[in-house]
C-alpha cells in the first residue's frame, strides 16, 4: 500500500537538496574544478537526489504490486508505463540511475565535465519529477492506494546488484555518455 508519509519525506529530501544544487550552480566551471570540497558536495547532493527519485518510483510501484524491476531505470520506464510520469520525460531522465551509479561506484574516474553540465542544466528534472508525484499522490488512484505501509522487498537488492553488473559489463563511457557509444 502507499504509505504518502514515506513519498513525502523523499520529497522533503529532494527539496533540501535542490537548495544546496541550486546554490552551487553558480560555481564557475574553474571553481567547481579546483574544489573537491564542492565537488563531493555536487557529487552528494546529486546522488542523493536521484537515490530518493529512485526510492519514490519504487515506493509507488511496490505499492502498485509492481515488482518485476531487475534495474534502477525500469523503476523510471514503469513510472510511465502507469502514466505517473509522462513517456517523453521518462525518455529524458533515463540516464539518472547510470549517474547515481557512477556517482556511487566510480567517483574516482568521474568527467567534472559532465557533471557540471548536469549542474547547470538538469536540476530542473528533479522539480518535474516532484511535480507529477505531487499530482500523482494527490490523485484518486493513489488515494485508494494509501491505506497501510510499504514493506519492502527484494527487488531494490535485486536492482542495485543488476545495475553494478550492467556497469561493469558495458564500462563507465557507456554509462556517462549512452548516446555517444552506441
Do not use: C
Not at 515488482?67 to 502507469?82: G, H, M, P, T, V
Amino acid at each position: 500500500m502507499l504509505d504518502k508519509s514515506v513519498i513525502n519525506k523523499k520529497l522533503n529530501v529532494l527539496d533540501k537538496n535542490l537548495v544546496l544544487l541550486y546554490e552551487l550552480k553558480e560555481l564557475s566551471f574553474d571553481q567547481l574544478s579546483d574544489s573537491l570540497k564542492e565537488q563531493w558536495a555536487v557529487f552528494y547532493g546529486l546522488q542523493i537526489s536521484i537515490q530518493a527519485t529512485i526510492d519514490i518510483g519504487s515506493h509507488i510501484l511496490a505499492a502498485l504490486k509492481e515488482n518485476q524491476i531487475e534495474e534502477y531505470s525500469d523503476i523510471i520506464f514503469k513510472l510511465a508505463k502507469r502514466k505517473i510520469i509522462p513517456q517523453d520525460y521518462a525518455k529524458k531522465i533515463k540516464g539518472m540511475p547510470g549517474l547515481r551509479n557512477l556517482l556511487v561506484h566510480e567517483y574516482g574516474i568521474i568527467d567534472i565535465e559532465i557533471i557540471y553540465d548536469v549542474l547547470q542544466n538538469n536540476l530542473s528534472d528533479f522539480e518535474e519529477f516532484q511535480a507529477y508525484i505531487r499530482k500523482y499522490i494527490n490523485s484518486k488512484d493513489a488515494i485508494s492506494q494509501s491505506e497501510g505501509l510499504f514493506q519492502g522487498g527484494p527487488s531494490l537488492t535485486k536492482a542495485l546488484l543488476t545495475e553494478r553488473k550492467k556497469d561493469r559489463e558495458l564500462g563507465i563511457a557507456q554509462i556517462i555518455r549512452p548516446d555517444k557509444n552506441q
